[in-house]
T-cell receptor, first 116, second 114 residues
Framework: NAGVTQTPKFRVLKTGQSMTLLCAQD?????MYWYRQDPGMGLRLIHY???????AKGEVPDGYNVSRLKKQNFLLGLESAAPSQTSVYFC???????????????FGDGTRLSIL | AQSVSQHNHHVILSEAASLELGCNYS??????LFWYVQYPGQHLQLLLK??????LVKGIKGFEAEFIKSKFSFNLRKPSVQWSDTAEYFC????????????FGGGTRVLVKP
């Protein structure tokens, strides 16, 4: 059982380039999330999705776009990469058991992204 | 805005020492509380969670945490650490007003010296 899989694991971009990070989960979870992790700041939510075809903004959405065309996949896009987007990106997923749930989130292994 | 604070950014301990990591949150309403651990180079893993009942919860690997509602705190403890507990620890809170989103603390890096 793979859980949450992120690709790629590492990437180096030049300023202004675009790229897409892929997250796939095989647990049939309704909720999916994208976070960025920066030293001393914990994880901050970029965007999230409560189901196929739906997305919503998190705490730090600027410069990112997302799509969830299939329930198992959640894509994070950077249209024009900036050095401030250098970070480690984590995807997570969780079950939906109500508008306010105690279900834990399950995390992928992360993508380390450097923008030069 | 809702926020989560972890008091210590770095902790250095010797093996067999006791560990306590502080976590406070900014909201007086209903919360679900989590501690996650991130071992070097790995993803976050759930250590324990609290959502109701006994405020002292036990998790994996000998960790426990106590929810003190009056202090808005959810401190993590382990009586005797091992070298393998070297990791970064994150407190996370699911505020009811925020639906199914987590707010993370800044993390505490724990180094256990053999």
């Amino acid at each position: 059982n793979a859980g949450v899989t992120q690709t790629p694991k590492f990437r180096v971009l030049k300023t202004g380039q675009s790229m897409t990070l892929l997250c796939a989960q095989d647990m049939n979870h309704e909720y999916m999330y994208w976070y960025r992790q920066d030293p001393g700041m914990g994880l901050r939510l970029i965007h999230y999705s409560v189901g196929e075809g739906t997305t919503a903004k998190g705490e730090v959405p600027d410069g990112y776009n997302v799509s969830r065309l299939k329930k198992q996949n959640f894509l994070l896009g950077l249209e024009s990469a900036a050095p401030s987007q250098t970070s480690v990106y984590f995807c997570a997923s969780s079950y939906y058991t109500g508008a306010y749930s105690n279900q834990p989130q399950h995390f992928g292994d992360g993508t380390r992204l450097s923008i030069l | 805005a809702q926020s989560v604070s972890q008091h210590n950014h770095h902790v250095i301990l010797s093996e067999a020492a006791s560990l306590e990591l502080g976590c406070n949150y900014s909201y007086g309403g209903t919360v679900n509380l989590f501690w996650y651990v991130q071992y070097p180079g790995q993803h976050l893993q759930l250590l324990l969670k609290y959502f109701s009942g006994d405020p002292l919860v036990k998790g994996i690997k000998g960790f426990e945490a106590e929810f003190i509602k009056s202090k808005f705190s959810f401190n993590l403890r382990k009586p005797s650490v091992q070298w393998s507990d070297t990791a970064e620890y994150f407190c996370a809170v699911n505020f009811k007003a925020a639906g199914n989103k987590l707010t993370f603390g800044g993390g505490t890096r724990v180094l256990v010296k053999p």
